[in-house]
């Protein structure tokens, strides 16, 4: 399978603790991305990296966010002291950046937070 | 429609017609166009994609229409299937280096 891989696929946790989630682009693709997808909504813009340097973060990204990408392979976004309102999809997109163009997506990483 | 939570607008159509599903973007300036597939617990699948040069393009039983003047888009889905039911997001790109996804559109089909 040569898609974007994101790890684990479900994560049930207890309000308060923290969870990471793993993402592994196409192998060869510079920029890789962060969404979070509430149900019903549509997919909303985290974060993304250009190889290993973090170009942009949203507002949605609070301080209890963070997300990596040390070698400019996969990337981790870890969330600190977990909400119930950070339930959500946590999805990872990558592609090879040329300008506005299609971004690969993951089969996302699913946030429960009791 | 606009979506609230879970009430996400729906569109239902019989197995073999045709099915057009609508967006409205946001900004003017906007260059590049997308529209995604998104079956239950899954990621985005991409389905067709459109650049602000032009106002139509078609691919295997899709078309993409662009209407610039009233910043409106659609998706139009030929002989729709029943392997089509899923929710379909419109996404724009502006002068950003990341796409904006709108509220998508529950596609059911029925037989």
């Known amino acids: 399978d040569t898609g974007v891989s994101q790890d684990p696929r479900h994560k049930i946790t207890k309000r308060g603790q923290n969870v990471t989630f793993r993402c592994d682009p196409i192998?060869?693709?510079?920029?890789l991305y962060w969404y979070r997808q509430t149900l019903g909504q549509g997919p909303e813009f985290l974060t993304y990296?250009?190889?290993?340097?973090?170009?942009?973060k949203s507002r949605l990204l609070s301080d209890r966010f963070s997300a990596e990408r040390p070698k400019g392979s996969f990337s981790t976004l870890e969330i600190q002291r977990t909400e119930q309102g950070d339930s959500a999809m946590y999805l990872c997109?990558?592609?090879?950046?040329?300008?506005?163009?299609?971004?690969?997506f993951g089969e996302g990483s699913r946030l429960t937070v009791l | 429609g606009e979506s609230v939570g879970l009430h996400l607008p729906t569109l239902s159509v019989q197995e073999g017609d045709n099915s057009i599903i609508n967006c409205a973007y946001s900004?003017?300036?906007?260059?590049?166009f997308i529209w995604y597939k998104q079956e239950s617990g899954k990621g985005p699948q991409f389905i067709i994609d459109?650049?602000?040069?032009?106002d139509k393009r078609q691919g295997q039983r899709v078309t993409v229409l662009l209407n610039k003047t009233v910043k409106h888009l659609s998706l139009q889905i030929a002989a729709t299937q029943p392997g089509d039911s899923a929710v379909y997001f419109c996404?724009?790109?502006?002068?950003?280096?990341?796409?904006?996804f709108g509220t998508g559109t529950r596609l059911q089909v029925f037989p």
């Open positions: 997109a990558s592609v090879v950046w040329e300008g506005p163009g299609e971004l690969f």
């Open positions: 192998s060869e693709h510079n920029r």
């Open positions: 990296f250009q190889n290993e340097a973090q170009l942009e």
């Open positions: 900004n003017s300036a906007s260059d590049y």
């Open positions: 459109i650049r602000s040069n032009m």
């Open positions: 996404a724009e790109n502006y002068n950003t280096d990341k796409l904006i």
